[in-house]
Structure formats: structure tokens, C-alpha cells
Antibody, heavy 114, light 107 residues
């Protein structure tokens, strides 16, 4: 069955970096783009952008053009989200999402606190 | 960017009641809209894709319709397990955009 399995929760300090993984299984990884979505505590969903899994080209939404990096390890059917220079407002759950939104990872809760 | 306006933001309903949630887009997106249900601490679950298609395994009391730029999610008879947050997603063009969500609660 199709699954997106994300890495575990993270507790970081402001200024640090982190890298979240999203491992896909049950389908051909390069057949679908991978989207990334942020959900701050008690808030709605915010689209971060997507990565073309065939070319590796990322596209970022306006609010995520600095400090955020999407990447791939195609041989491992895995997508990554890296966040640099973490800020308190990065505290949120981050989801990877296949293609046009049919399958979601379970989410990674990221807490940024000094 | 395409704006998505979802209403209402919250809704009180009784068991067995018919519930309707609406998303309005700022420009035409054809049928490129999904509806999701999200319960606390869980990932969103796809209910309806391409505006009207019921996701496999989802109860038939959920349905989607659209006309022009207006999209509706209907629950024909509210069940206790339907208490959740609902939101829409337009995937017609990047950046994709979400509705702000509807919190559905029991009256």
C-alpha cells in the first residue's frame, strides 16, 4: 500500500538547523511531485512548495524562499525538508504530501525553543 | 496566487443533521479541488478529490459539488465520528492554496 513515512519529532534551539525525511513506498517515487505543508499549533495549513521528483527542481512559496530547502534521495524514494537558522515561529507540524494531495505523511512536530 | 475563501469557520450541528461547507476560489480552477477531514493530532484524510469524487473507503454520506468557482462539501446525516476540522485545497496551479478550515462541533 502507498505510504509516506516521516521522521520523528524534533526539539531544536533558535539558530540551529534540521532535516526532516519523508520516505515513500508503494508507488514509483518519480511519478509524483512531493509537496510540503506547514501547520502551526492550532492553525490552518500553509503550502510551502514542492519538488519535482524527476528533475529535483524545487519551487518555494513566497514565505518559504529563505531558510528552507527541499531535496531528494531518489534511490531511496525519500524527500527531505531542511530548515536553516530556526526561529520560534518555525514551531509547527510539517507534512509531506504526494502529488495533488491524495496521500500525506503522518507529520513531523518541530519545536523551536531556547 | 489563487485565493480560497472557506465558510463557515465554525459550525455547530446536531447528529443526523445535514451539514454544508463551502469554498470559493478567486479564479476558475475547473474541478481541481480536494476536501479533507482532520482530527486533532492526525494527518489530514482525503474525503473528496477533483471536487466530486469520493475517496475509496470514505462513507457515502460525504459528497462534493461545484458550480463555477464555488465548491461545497455536504454531509447528509452527521455522525459522531464526523466531528473534526474540514478544509479544502485547490491544486489547479502553484502555489496550491488551502481554505482556512471549518471546525465542526456538536450542538
Amino acid at each position: 500500500q502507498i505510504q509516506l513515512v516521516q521522521s520523528g519529532p524534533e526539539l531544536k534551539k533558535p539558530g540551529e538547523s534540521l532535516k526532516i525525511s519523508c520516505k515513500a513506498s508503494g508507488y514509483t517515487f518519480t511519478d509524483y511531485a512531493m509537496q510540503w505543508v506547514k501547520q502551526a499549533p492550532g492553525k490552518g495549513l500553509q503550502y510551502m512548495g514542492w519538488i519535482n521528483t524527476q528533475t529535483g527542481k524545487p519551487t518555494y512559496a513566497d514565505d518559504f524562499k529563505e531558510r528552507f530547502v527541499f531535496s531528494l534521495e531518489t534511490s531511496a524514494s525519500t524527500a527531505y525538508l531542511q530548515i536553516n537558522n530556526l526561529k520560534n515561529e518555525d514551531t509547527a507540524t510539517y507534512f509531506c504530501v504526494r502529488g495533488t494531495g491524495d496521500y500525506w505523511g503522518q507529520g513531523v512536530m518541530v519545536t523551536v525553543s531556547s | 496566487d489563487i485565493q480560497v475563501t472557506q465558510s463557515p469557520s465554525s459550525l455547530l450541528a446536531s447528529l443526523g443533521e445535514r451539514v454544508t461547507i463551502t469554498c470559493q476560489t478567486s479564479q476558475s480552477i475547473s474541478n481541481n479541488l480536494n476536501w479533507y477531514q482532520q482530527k486533532p493530532g492526525q494527518a489530514p484524510m482525503l474525503l473528496i478529490y477533483y471536487a466530486t469524487s469520493l475517496q475509496t473507503g470514505m462513507p457515502s454520506r460525504f459528497s462534493g459539488q461545484y458550480s463555477g468557482r464555488s465548491f461545497t462539501l455536504t454531509i447528509t446525516s452527521l455522525e459522531p465520528e464526523d466531528i473534526a476540522n474540514y478544509f479544502c485545497l485547490q491544486h489547479y496551479s502553484a502555489p496550491y492554496t488551502f481554505g482556512a478550515g471549518t471546525k465542526l462541533e456538536l450542538k
